[in-house]
């Protein structure tokens, strides 16, 4: 358990990296813009770039992940997102940056659905929620020390003075992950059979039937409402204070702190809750079910509810809620597919769920930019995007509910493997 333990810990790292990584160009926004001349339009292509390959990275690295330990599969990766910001430390023109983007969501694509499938195979069905928690916790973690840090960074030098210290960061990541990160479950080897606990497996499923149930159906759905609350706050979410709201970089630095502090928490709230519930007794359809959704819903009718008040002290509560129910609402929603998902086939199903909801990442940018471009007052144009996108959210929660069933899928997925035998 020790072991397993170590193992979550470097990849909370992981998540923080990761996570900084993606949020960089959303605190220099306003600089970037200044900088290369840029429109909202403009901006909101290169927030959305990031997202063009994500899903083809997710689903080839989910594939590559049963071929190649996990070892040398996430260090590759992380000295991928290294390389893509080496050119960003200087001069450098929008076709470029939109480049790096690219490659870079290419990279990162599969970062999220590998942590947890590694998460997964170190612990049994009923204790996975919280370990996931404490992952999905680092993502937010990663923007929460990044915000003060980047921004003051940004502030005392330039834009391409943060890429320096996430490169660093980065190497130092890779370096300590090939001497600690050996051993993993999926690598079977005897040490790693020796340092974990046995864990229970679910049936071995052909994909057309894992792909087919509703709990799996009903992930995907809240994936998707939930990555376009996260895409949007780490593309839009510090333009819309300084720009949208008024606030300097500095304050906006502070303010973005607490929709990704209450998000940690959240996330690790959430996952030991889950827990809870199914030790007790409480079927997987409610905690985590019934439990993805109302988190997931609430942060739509936050977001809805923000748009509508002035601003102060509650709007910015709302906007931090938000930005951070949906967040805490990941760990125990993949617990789920864990749930289900024989653990051969757990990377390509994550993968998959990653690039569902990348489809939200590439899309959610370009909707909030071209709205408030198309429309005379910023103000206006932020406020009908917010709407539209927790509407959107609530509604996909209300449908996810009727969906996921972890115990009634894992009986169906028996019964149809003994019917084919």
């Not at 906007?319 to 951070?324: H, P, R, Y």
């Amino acid at each position: 358990m020790r072991r397993a333990w170590i193992v979550v810990g470097l990849l909370v790292v992981f998540m923080l990296i990761n996570h900084a990584d993606k949020s960089v160009i959303a605190f220099a926004g306003v600089q970037i813009q200044k900088d290369l001349g840029l429109s909202p339009q403009e901006f909101g292509i290169i927030q959305s770039s990031f997202f063009w390959l994500f899903a083809v990275g997710a689903l080839f690295f989910g594939w590559l992940s049963s071929k190649v330990s996990l070892r040398w599969l996430m260090a590759g990766l992380m000295l991928t997102w290294v390389a893509t910001m080496a050119p960003l430390l200087g001069t450098v023109s929008f076709s470029v940056l939109v480049a790096c983007r690219i490659v870079l969501g290419f990279a990162e694509g599969p970062a999220y659905a590998l942590a947890n499938h590694a998460v997964h195979s170190w612990f049994t069905p009923e204790k996975r929620a919280m370990p996931s928690g404490f992952v999905t916790a680092g993502a937010s973690i990663g923007t929460l020390i990044a915000a003060p840090l980047l921004t003051w960074i940004i502030v005392r030098w330039d834009w391409h003075a943060a890429f320096y210290i996430l490169i660093v960061m980065g190497l130092v990541w890779a370096v300590a992950w090939m001497i600690f990160g050996r051993g993993a479950p999926e690598e079977n080897t005897p040490a790693a059979k020796t340092a974990t606990t046995i864990v229970v497996d679910t049936v071995d499923a052909p994909y057309k039937t894992i792909l087919r149930t509703g709990t799996v159906l009903g992930i995907a759905l809240l994936m998707f409402c939930s990555y376009w609350s996260t895409t949007l706050k780490v593309a839009w979410l510090p333009v819309y204070l300084q720009d949208g709201l008024g606030y300097d970089t500095l304050t906006t630095g502070r303010l973005v702190m607490l929709p990704y502090g209450f998000a940690a928490a959240g996330a690790i709230a959430a996952g030991w809750f889950s827990s809870r519930l199914i030790a007790r007794g409480v079927s997987r359809k409610v905690a985590r079910g019934y439990l993805s959704a109302v988190l997931i819903g609430g942060a739509g009718a936050a977001m809805m509810g923000f748009t509508v008040l002035p601003q102060g002290p509650v709007q910015i509560l709302l906007v931090s809620l938000a930005f951070s129910l949906n967040t805490a609402a990941f760990g125990v929603a993949l617990s789920a597919i864990a749930d289900v998902v024989q653990s051969k086939k757990r990377g390509m199903v994550l993968g998959g769920l990653s690039a569902v909801s990348s489809i939200s990442g590439m899309i959610a940018p370009l909707v909030l930019g071209f709205t408030v471009g198309g429309t005379a007052d910023k103000i206006s144009g932020y406020a009908s995007g917010f709407l539209m996108s927790g509407a959107l959210m609530v509604v996909g929660s209300i449908i996810a509910v009727f969906l996921v069933n972890p115990d009634r899928d894992i009986a169906r997925i028996r019964r149809s493997v003994e019917e084919a035998a």
